[in-house]
């Protein structure tokens, strides 16, 4: 995506999701009960999916599961009355590997996409190929208890691709650092380079296929002064999760992948958007492959990052007692 086009963009989704959390799904509700009672935490419950995407966890969150052009999750609305997300989360942004001429595609911006409802807590998502991108994409989103959006991607192939990696961004508002989990430590993310992808991945072959697939991300024109050696950092990732505090509501939005298909997590400050690659490998014509990812609203403390870990594929682990 060029600067001006993803610029704009990040302006039109700040401007709508701004009149979207402040004025859409009851918020003003929600700041009414926090001013008579800070303390109190809104219910999650119902769950409620309507025919347009829009959807409530009860009083705590609200948001749209999207098709079209941008399409994925917002959270349009918090605990505190605020946006959360921009529009976009866990949508599949770009294909990129090392085989095809350019290298890059944003199937979001040319291929065929269609948005269907499935059931009241599932909406599909469907993107088809594009000329040489011979790529069928499947998006289910479905809306799990406890504020957990899960999303199962299945791509299904009609030619070779070699390195082929799948991009799947989220956006936020300000959220940078995000918090990982790296070589057995919570970290902060840091950035080699202000204008471009940070990443950590899985294993030191991972880093190797994400670097040589790097030239095919930028379509061969990587920002100047770029190292891409330094921009794949040498620390590997311990658990496929990224932490995102939203400013100061006291919760913050946790994305879980499954570590089989996950090669990569990655963040950037310029365009506030904290990603993760999915599949990292060569794939063959008539292979499918099937992935799942999370993402979580829940109330953290910075000092309490262990908890993350509480998660079990899907679900959140009770508390004993």
């Known amino acids: 995506m060029s600067q001006v086009t993803r610029r704009s963009f990040l ?26 009672n800070p303390k109190a935490v809104p219910s999650c419950r119902p769950i409620v999916l309507h025919d347009d995407g829009r959807f409530e966890y009860g009083q705590l969150l609200a948001g749209k599961i999207s098709g079209g052009k941008l399409h994925g999750i917002e959270l349009s609305r918090g605990a505190d009355g605020k946006p959360v997300t921009r529009p976009g989360c866990l949508n599949v942004e770009h294909y990129y590997c090392t085989s095809q001429a350019g290298g890059r595609f944003v199937p979001r911006r040319k291929a065929p996409l269609s948005i269907k409802r499935l059931d009241d807590t ?29 999303a199962e991607y299945l791509f299904a192939f009609d030619a070779d691709f070699r390195d082929f990696n799948t991009l799947i961004s989220n956006y936020f508002y300000n959220a940078w650092p995000p918090y990982l989990r790296l070589a057995g430590q919570w970290a902060k993310g840091r950035l080699h380079h202000p204008m471009a992808h940070q990443s950590w991945c899985r294993s030191a072959a991972d880093r190797q296929r994400i670097i040589r697939a790097i030239p095919s ?16 950092d040498e620390t590997p990732y311990s658990e496929p999760v990224i932490v995102t505090f939203i400013g100061t509501s006291g919760y913050a939005v946790i994305n879980w992948m499954e570590r089989e298909n996950c090669p990569a997590i990655s963040g950037n400050r310029r365009w506030g ?6 599949i990292g490998r060569d794939v063959k014509r008539g292979e499918s492959v099937r992935c799942r990812a999370w993402l979580a609203y829940r109330k953290l403390d910075r000092n309490s990052l262990d908890d993350v870990l509480k998660w079990k594929g899907g679900a959140w682990e009770k508390e004993k007692g």
């Open 217 to 232: 991300y930028f379509q061969g024109y990587p920002p100047a002064d770029y190292d891409r050696l330094k921009s794949v």
């Open 273 to 278: 958007a904290h990603d993760f690659s999915l």
């Open 11 to 36: 302006a039109r989704t700040a401007a709508a999701g701004a009149v979207a959390g402040l004025s859409g799904f009851g918020g003003s509700h929600v700041n009414a009960v926090a001013q008579e």
């Open 122 to 150: 599932a909406m599909r998502v469907e993107i088809g190929p594009y000329e040489e991108w011979r790529v069928r994409a499947t998006v289910t989103y479905r809306l799990l208890p406890e504020c957990v959006i899960e």
